[in-house]
C-alpha cells in the first residue's frame, strides 16, 4: 500500500493553491483590520480612563490623587470597557477564525467526492463503534468530522477524545477514528485493541463472558495487541492473516501508541491514538503556506485512508481485495 496512490493529482493540488489564494486575500484583509482596531479602540479606553483620573484629582484630597475611591472604580470600570472592546476590535478576525476550518478544510481536502465537514457533533457511525475497543468513558467530544468518499469507498473520519473522569490517565481514547464500509462482512465482532490494563481489566469484567482471547502468531504483535472476538472460529484466520498484516504495516506507520482496529459486521474502524491535532491550522496572524501548512495536512489524510483502504480488505479474497 502506497500513501502516494491517495494523494491529489497535480489538476488538485493547482485547484486547492486557488482557493487558498482567496481565502488569503480575506485573511489578511481581516488581520489587517485588527492591526488598527484594537490599539485605536483600547487606546480611547485609556484616554478616557486617564483624563477623568485627572478631573477626579482636581476635587479629590491631595493625599488620595490617583487612588481615591472613585479613581479605584473609575480603573475597573476602565479595565472592564477595555476588555470587552478588546473583543469587539479582533471581531472581524474572530468571526473569519469561526468559519477557519469550515471553509479551508473542505477546500484542504477538495480531492475528496462528496465531501462534508461537521465540527463538534457526534459522528454517524460512533454508536456502531465496538466499546471493546476503547473501553469505559463517561465523557466524550468530537473535534473535526469529515465524511466522503475516496477511491470507490466512502469513509467517516473525526478526532475523538474519549474519557473516563479527568485527568490524562482517564483518557480511554484520543485521537483519530477512520469508519467504513468492509468489503467482505465480518459475521460478528472483532476487536484488536492495545494491550495494557485498562483494557485487560475491561474485557475481563463486563465482556469476559462473550469476547474470548486469540492470538495472530506474530511475537511482536500479541505482545503489543489483545485480539478479541465473540466468533472465534470466523475470526481466527483473519487474526493469522490480513489483520496481522495490517498491524505490521500499521506499526510502520503509526510507530508511537499502537492503532486499533475493529470490525462489527459490514463496519470497519481504524483508530490511531494521537495527541497532535491532525487538521491544526496556523493562527488567523499567519499567512497560510500550501507546503508548509496544507501539504502535511493532506499527507496524513493520504496516509490514513491508504491504511483504510488496507484495512478494509481484511476479509476479503485475494481477487476482491486487489
Known amino acids: 500500500m502506497d500513501v502516494a496512490d491517495f494523494m491529489p493529482d497535480e489538476a488538485d493540488i493547482a485547484g486547492i493553491k486557488r482557493n ?19 490599539p485605536l479602540f483600547v487606546g480611547l479606553v485609556l484616554v478616557f480612563v486617564a483624563l477623568v483620573a485627572w478631573l477626579f484629582n482636581m476635587v479629590a ?18 479595565f472592564v470597557a477595555a476588555i470587552l472592546l478588546y473583543f469587539q476590535a479582533i471581531k472581524p478576525t474572530s468571526t473569519l477564525q469561526q468559519s477557519f476550518r469550515k471553509t ?37 467530544r468530537f473535534d473535526d468530522v469529515i465524511s466522503g468518499r475516496y477511491e470507490g469507498f466512502a469513509f467517516e473520519l473525526y478526532e475523538a477524545d474519549l474519557r473516563q473522569g479527568t485527568g490524562t490517565s482517564a483518557i480511554a481514547f484520543k485521537g483519530v477514528v477512520v469508519a467504513f464500509e468492509t468489503v467482505v462482512p465480518f459475521p460478528s465482532i472483532l476487536v484488536a485493541a492495545r494491550r495494557a490494563n485498562m483494557a485487560v481489566g475491561f474485557f475481563r469484567g463486563m465482556f469476559a463472558s462473550k469476547m474470548q482471547e486469540l492470538s495472530c502468531g506474530v511475537p ?103
Do not use: C
Not at 487558498?20 to 484594537?38: G, M, P, T
Not at 488567523?284 to 496516509?303: E, F, Q, R, T
Open 20 to 38: 487558498l489564494d482567496a481565502y488569503e486575500a480575506r485573511r489578511a484583509s481581516a488581520y489587517r483590520q485588527v492591526r488598527w482596531r484594537v
Open 61 to 78: 484630597d491631595p493625599y488620595e490623587r490617583w487612588f481615591s475611591t472613585p479613581h479605584v472604580i473609575l480603573y475597573v470600570v476602565g
Open 104 to 140: 479551508l478544510l473542505p477546500i484542504v481536502f477538495g480531492f475528496i467526492r462528496d465531501m462534508r465537514y461537521d465540527h463538534d457533533v457526534t459522528p454517524n457511525s460512533f454508536d456502531r463503534l465496538p466499546r471493546e475497543t476503547i473501553g469505559t468513558f463517561n465523557s466524550k
Open 220 to 322: 511482536e504483535l500479541d505482545a503489543a495487541y489483545d485480539f478479541r472476538s465473540d466468533n472465534v472460529e470466523a475470526a481466527q484466520p483473519l487474526v493469522s492473516g490480513r489483520l496481522a498484516q495490517a498491524l505490521t504495516w500499521l506499526s510502520e506507520t503509526w510507530p508511537d501508541d499502537p492503532a486499533r482496529v475493529a470490525l462489527n459486521g459490514s463496519d470497519g474502524f481504524l483508530l490511531l491514538p494521537q495527541t497532535k491535532n491532525f487538521f491544526e491550522l496556523p493562527d488567523i496572524s499567519v499567512p497560510l503556506d500550501y507546503a508548509k501548512h496544507v501539504a502535511p495536512m493532506i499527507a496524513d489524510m493520504g496516509a490514513m485512508l491508504a491504511t483504510a483502504a488496507l484495512v478494509r480488505k481484511i476479509g476479503a479474497q485475494d481477487e476482491a481485495a486487489g
